[in-house]
């Protein structure tokens, strides 16, 4: 079921920036050297990630190549097993782009004071960190592996948030890590439970021995649900997105980019490959509900949106509004659904990327998260305020930019399973289009602002962090079709899974 | 059922190179105590020191010698039944304990003896027998009083510790329990500073475990009246043969021998004294405490639970299910509200406790090995954290009030950023030992302890959610907070206590990543013999 690599490309892509960090936390010398070092690492990190999916060849019969086996904890029944499908890989390429221009736009979150270089030492290094979670997550190949990176990843943002975040980062680091880790110690107990109905051995964490089980459909429902309940909290879903918005406004914008565009992501990632893969029956048997939340997530988000006073708590809103159709997308259980949605994880997290990290440019030049603190600044930095309209632009789904396709094709695929679901979800893009212009009206527009003398517009840093988001707002946005391509035999192969699974089911109960 | 007694005197089968390792740790104790009596006051120190590490170092290379000489020995031949009965079974749990029990006895040792360079054990008191703040305690002061009977008291706590697990009938399981315990109380009522709460502690360790013992004791004559025989392996025939009836003796003995043990591992409802006891006792021994004196009991609870009482196990499995259940609640409920570091860690290790039951009542071979892993996973990183404490320090005395950790992270990283790691591991969080060390006991409750082992497991997952706040709080505080005062200081450890907590802290991160062979370790001495 899996491709052996000779090369171990994912395990290059977790090492690098795990000894970038190494070097950026305990090499002496001046912060500034440190965050070269680490965006150097980061880079490079990016650059064999682009070299790996070289070798990636779309369309093989395996579900995941570059993989990788070896025993780890045989007692368990755990494997050090890594391996990419197309969802996965285009995930991972994310995150390695996303890390160097968070790092780029992380240059002075920390102030230089008389910690001297050590705190910002310290925060690059997390953030380097964090990247090796990131890669391994998405890589993991074996249950047990997913769930290690799945909660040993809060760690560094724990401190991320608690110890370079704003006022109230205190409160905001412990409800995420309260809120995360009591979902994960739910899905633990899940876990342990997979592998006793499995076929068992010493590697029977590998999610190709769990895949296809026949499981009893008591114990199937409740081990989906055990698995659910931790990414519903992680994509975050509502009712449980509550410390969402408390951790991206009390974090950095870099923490708060990583954390929203790409650790959410595992919560959304981990329904496909877990619970649709793993529990086809079960998925089938909650997909009402988990439609009804989806839609309420949808317009609930993006409603909160509208009328939020704190920026990237208004872009935390949105986010949950988005992951809504991310869910919906998946759990419609179409082919077209499923890329979409696998899509839009991709879009969200640049997209979220663009708002936070454009919309952190200001709130460092006027001292302020309130947008009411605002008005006229197009007038001050035209440069930003051109780029954050592309970015709010793609992010209501304006066509022509990557968001739109995504959006397009979830609701496409919604459309024939849930039409009802579809319609509602389909007002959330008017709504999208409030929250964004009047948030851009009220921030850009009106007459210039008095007493900002010595404001200047983007920085040529500031330059390169927007760039490359930009770029792939608009390559993606007119030719999605590399990214389908990867994207699109993953999801027909996940999707076999559920359809396997329902004809089995269908054919016996005929008999 | 009548014993007659042995025509002549008999002399034991002993088979010495299984029991070597006892015999070199008790014997280190004694001439310890010979050392305290001959040996000039400045050089005690130093030499009683060596002979401990040097003893203990001894006995684990025997006990790896004892690996081949397992099986009963310690035996004579019953006259009236021509039987041979054994006092000792030297298995693959025994040894395994022994061996863990061993190695933690070093690293506790060396953090007891910290000098901070001082005369003798920067933690213990000058003169024990004097009363706090009297004009006889500050002249012993100044004379350069030491005690350095705290090594041999410690050595023979140990050589308890080793024989608790290793015994095969109730007596032998009720001195070992005696041995441990004698020498403990004595070593809580030692402490150098805060001396009146040192002295309460030892006190109500003392009376509470008298108390406990009695209630063994008791327990152990209940079901020496069921079975006619102290010796495990009569025990379970009788149990098994249901045509004797009496199982009113049975199931009150049984429930009666439990308790003496769960006090000693802390189970609600025994777990009064745990809080106390931890917070009033010297640091060092508190450390030495949590890690061995709970490894060393839940041996005996495992030998007595899967040998001796094994087939009355519907008997009092119940009592011990609720009591696992109320261990954790109430260990991760109470840990929430405490101030300080001591007691936090004191009512953490009572949560530890429920989840090293949970395992305990997996009741298959899973379950052993999943309880031994736990215990040496729990007793390194414990050891270590009771060490960092023995070094955050203001105005002399330890500075164990929560408030007085705020902002140790910015002033002394290395220490803090030890403790969080230590923290983590106590959390359960992947990549230390207590995540493998839980999914271990979790694993062998969900997968042969049915409906209930799954239950156990999601309160256990609940506790843990809960406990996680009180540690992540340790950390905010450290971390994410500033300091509250700048005259807390840490001071600077001498070597062997660098080692101590150096070790400890190394054995949790590898423990977490490559658990594998200390898994198949236990795996392979999960093998009682009967």
């Given at each position: ?69 070896h025993a780890w904890i045989p007692q368990f029944g755990v494997s050090y ?61 074996d249950?047990f ?50 592998y006793?109905?499995?076929?068992g051995g010493a590697d029977g964490f ?306 | ?59 684990f290379?025997?006990i790896l010698?004892?690996t081949k000489?397992q ?20 298995d693959g749990p025994a040894l395994f304990m022994q061996g863990a029990?061993?190695l ?191 490894a060393?009991?839940?041996g005996?609870?495992l ?56 395992g305990?009542?997996a009741?298959d071979q899973r379950g052993v090995s999943s309880v031994l892993f736990y215990v040496v996973a729990y007793g390194f ?52 030992s207590?995540f493998v060390a839980k999914f271990a006991v979790f694993a062998a409750?969900?997968g ?59 054995i949790t991160f590898a423990l977490g990543v490559v658990p594998s062979s200390l898994l198949d370790l236990a795996d392979r001495a999960s093998q009682f013999?009967?």
């Open positions: 079921m899996s491709e052996m690599s000779s090369v171990p490309w994912l395990t290059l892509l977790m090492v690098i920036p795990l000894v970038g960090s190494a070097v950026v936390a305990f090499l002496p010398g001046s912060a500034e050297q440190a965050k070269r070092i680490a965006l150097g690492f980061s880079l490079v990190t990016l650059v064999l990630g682009v070299v790996a999916a070289t070798q990636y060849k779309s369309g093989g019969t395996a579900q995941f190549q570059l993989a990788e086996q097993a890594l391996g990419v499908d197309g969802i996965a890989l285009v995930l991972i390429l994310m995150s390695l782009v996303l890390t160097p221009v968070c790092l780029l736009a992380a240059w002075h979150d920390v102030p230089e004071d008389i910690d001297g270089a050590r705190r910002t030492k310290a925060y690059f290094a997390l953030l380097l960190v964090l990247e090796t979670f990131m890669v391994g997550v998405f890589a993991a190949t249950v592996l997913f769930y290690v990176f799945f909660e040993a990843m809060l760690i560094p943002v724990y401190f991320l948030i608690g110890r370079f975040g704003g006022a109230r980062r205190q409160y905001a680091a412990m409800k995420f890590l309260l809120f995360s880790l009591a979902g994960g110690l739910i899905m633990l107990v899940a876990v342990i439970a997979l006793l109905q499995g076929p590998l999610i190709a021995k769990l895949t296809g089980l026949s499981l009893d459909p008591t114990t199937e429902r409740l081990l989906w649900v055990g698995f659910f309940i931790a990414f519903a909290i992680k994509a975050p879903m509502v009712p449980v997105h509550t410390w969402l918005p408390d951790a991206a406004t009390e974090s950095t914008p870099a923490t708060a980019t990583l954390l929203v565009g790409v650790l959410d992501k595992v919560g959304t990632f981990g329904m496909i490959r877990f619970c649709l893969q793993l529990f086809p029956n079960a998925s089938e048997w909650a997909t009402p509900l988990v439609v009804v939340l989806a839609v309420i997530s949808v317009l609930y988000g993006a409603l909160l949106a509208i009328g939020q006073t704190d920026m990237m708590r208004l872009i935390a809103y949105t986010s949950i509004s988005h992951f809504g159709f991310i869910v919906l997308g998946i759990f419609a259980v179409t082919n077209v659904a499923g890329a979409g949605a696998s899509l839009y994880m991709l879009n969200h997290g640049f997209s979220t990327a663009a708002l936070f990290l454009i919309a952190a440019m200001f709130i460092r030049r006027r001292g302020s998260k309130r947008i009411p603190d605002f008005g006229g600044w197009q007038r001050v930095t035209p440069g930003i305020a051109g780029a954050f309209l592309i970015a709010g632009l793609s992010t209501l789904a304006l066509p022509g930019l990557s968001s739109f396709v995504s959006e397009f094709l979830v609701l496409v695929g919604t459309f024939g399973a849930h039409p009802v679901a579809a319609v509602l979800s389909c007002t959330a893009i008017i709504l999208a289009a409030l929250y964004i212009l009047l948030w851009y009206k009220r921030v850009m527009t009106g007459p210039k602002p008095e007493g900002l003398t010595g404001v200047r517009d983007w920085s040529l840093r500031e330059k390169w962090v927007a760039a490359p988001l930009i770029a792939f707002f608009i390559v993606i946005g007119l030719y999605p079709k590399p990214a389908l391509d990867v994207i699109n035999p993953a999801v027909d192969k996940t999707l076999s899974y559920v359809h396997t699974n329902a004809a089995t089911v269908a054919e016996g109960s005929t008999k | 059922m009548t014993a007659v007694a042995p025509a002549a005197f008999q002399q034991a089968n002993i088979d010495y190179l299984a029991v070597l390792p006892l015999l070199i740790v008790f014997g280190a104790a004694l001439v310890g105590v010979l050392v305290e009596a001959f040996v000039p006051r400045e050089r005690r120190h130093t030499i009683q020191l060596t002979i401990s590490v040097a003893s203990l170092v001894l006995a290379v025997a010698f004892a000489h099986g009963l020995t310690f035996g004579y031949t019953d006259g009236a039944t021509s039987r041979r009965l054994f006092a000792l079974a030297i029990l061993v933690m006895g070093v690293l506790g040792i060396l953090i007891m003896a910290e000098r901070f360079g001082g005369v003798g054990s920067d933690a213990f008191t000058a003169s024990g027998a004097s009363t706090p703040g009297s004009p006889i305690e500050a002249a012993s002061a100044r004379a350069g009083l030491i005690t350095s009977e705290v090594f041999p008291l410690t050595l023979f706590a140990i050589g308890g510790m080793m024989l608790f697990p290793t015994v095969n009938d109730l007596i032998g399981m009720f001195i070992a329990l005696e041995v441990l315990s004698l020498p403990l109380y004595i070593l809580s009522g030692l402490a150098r500073r805060r001396r009146l709460l040192s002295q309460e502690a030892s006190l109500k360790y003392f009376l509470l475990g008298a108390f406990s013992s009695a209630f063994f004791l008791f327990g152990t004559a209940l079901l020496y009246g069921y079975a006619g025989s102290v010796y495990f392996g009569d025990l379970s025939k009788a149990v098994s043969d249901t045509s004797l009836g009496l199982n009113g003796l049975l199931v009150a003995g049984a429930f009666l021998v439990f308790v003496g043990l769960l006090f000693k591992v802390g189970a609600v409802p025994f777990h009064a004294w745990t809080p106390d006891v931890y917070q009033g006792a010297p640091t060092p021994v508190t450390g030495f405490m949590a890690a061995c004196t709970k060393a009991a839940f005996a609870i030998r007595l639970a899967y040998v001796g009482l094994d087939t009355a196990s519907w008997q009092w499995q119940n009592a011990v299910i609720i009591v696992a259940v109320l261990t954790m609640i109430v260990g991760a409920v109470l840990s929430v509200t405490q101030t300080d570091m001591k007691r936090l860690l004191a009512y953490s290790s009572i949560a530890h406790a429920g989840f090293v039951l949970v305990v009542l009741f990183s414990i050891i270590a954290a009771f060490g960092l404490v023995t070094l955050v320090r203001q105005d002399g005395g330890e500075a164990t009030h929560l408030s007085q950790w705020a902002g140790l992270g910015k002033s002394h990283p290395v220490i803090a950023g030890t403790m969080a790691f230590l923290m983590l591991a106590f959390a359960g969080i992947p990549l230390t207590g409750a969900i042969t302890g049915g409906a209930t082992g799954t239950v156990l497991v999601v309160i256990g997952a609940v506790c843990s959610a809960i406990t996680v706040f009180v540690y992540a709080r340790v950390i905010v505080l450290m971390f994410f907070s500033e300091p509250a005062d700048d005259t807390v200081e840490v001071l600077v450890p001498s070597v062997g206590t660098t080692f101590a907590i150096a070790i400890g802290t190394l013999v009967r």
